[in-house]
């Protein structure tokens, strides 16, 4: 089983940066994919943005495209999410989850992963 671990949400003025750590702990079978969903209050969960560990590749939805990005750091087994000129829009709470999408236009739907971190809140102020 994945164990994940966000950390690092907090609330900034719009046009601020934050970024979000994903730690995580794999016992049992490779993990394919770590991504990057949001869920505000009243909508869906969307998915943010992937990162593929055997490739490097990532994904990213258009409404980040250029100012989020996703990466890994292997030593320390964590996934971080750096966010740049953020909105008000983008407050949600942030989880990152693992998993084996089926293929690259899986990575952002939430049904391709089992494990799932407990969230962190970004809240952004206009």
């Known amino acids: 089983q994945v164990q994940l671990m966000e950390s690092g949400g907090g609330s900034v003025q719009a046009g601020g940066s934050l970024r979000l750590s994903c730690t995580i702990s794999e016992r049992t079978v490779n993990t394919v994919v770590v991504a990057w969903f949001r869920q505000a209050p009243g909508k869906e969960r969307e998915g943010v943005a992937g990162f593929v560990i055997s490739s490097g590749g990532t994904v990213y939805a258009d409404s980040v495209k250029g100012r989020f990005t996703i990466s890994r750091d292997n030593a320390k087994n964590t996934v971080y999410l750096e966010m740049n000129n953020l909105k008000p829009d983008d407050t949600a709470m942030y989880y990152c989850?693992?998993?084996?999408?089926?293929?690259?236009?899986?990575?952002?739907?939430?049904?391709?992963?089992?494990?799932w971190g407990q969230g962190t809140q970004v809240t952004v102020s206009s």
């Open positions: 989850a693992a998993g084996i999408p089926k293929n690259y236009g899986a990575i952002l739907l939430s049904r391709s992963y089992n494990d």
